[in-house]
């Protein structure tokens, strides 16, 4: 497993950062059927918690990365388990918010460019496109992997060297 984290190539648009009060911290976690309907219901709320925690200008970006990494969890992850399931965790530090799936594989994801005509293989463009920065960690169940994503959420917000 590698824990070094990847940069990404975006900056947050300075029209969407938000001069209002401070993010207020929280964090999240919770465990879904590795199933693809799933992940709508949990994105939807992602997003409800980001907003509830003054986080609505991230609210699009981080629920677009997020949901790549569930399902890429989903497809890659436990594609050879039957019954698998994976672990969803969100938190925020009133600095960096962060999103971490757990599945049950050791299989790396990858960052790849797909062809024009394929319909999938731009997850993890889409997840660097978007994070500050990500990357891959054993966990501490020492089961599979967990990926993760981290962007700032003070008015600041820019790319962060890995």
Do not use: Y
Request: proline letters at 7%; a negative charge.
């Amino acid at each position: 497993m590698t824990d070094s984290p990847h940069p990404s190539s975006a900056e947050m648009p300075a029209d969407l950062v938000s001069e209002g009060p401070a993010p207020r911290p929280f964090a999240f976690a919770t465990a879904l059927a590795a199933n693809r309907e799933a992940i709508g219901p949990l994105r939807h709320d992602l997003v409800d918690m980001l907003r509830k925690s003054g986080l609505g200008h991230l609210s699009d970006e981080f629920a677009l990365g997020a949901q790549e990494l569930m399902a890429n969890a989903v497809v890659h992850g436990c594609r050879r388990v039957h019954d698998g399931t994976i672990t969803v965790s969100m938190s925020c530090d009133g600095q960096r918010i962060r999103l971490k799936v757990q599945d049950p594989s050791d299989e790396q994801p990858r960052v790849r460019a797909a062809a024009e005509d394929e319909m999938s293989g731009r997850g993890m463009l889409i997840v660097q496109a978007f994070a500050d920065r990500w990357g891959v960690e054993a966990p501490s169940d020492g089961v599979g992997k967990s990926v993760w994503m981290e962007m700032s959420c003070t008015p600041a917000s820019g790319q962060e060297a890995a």
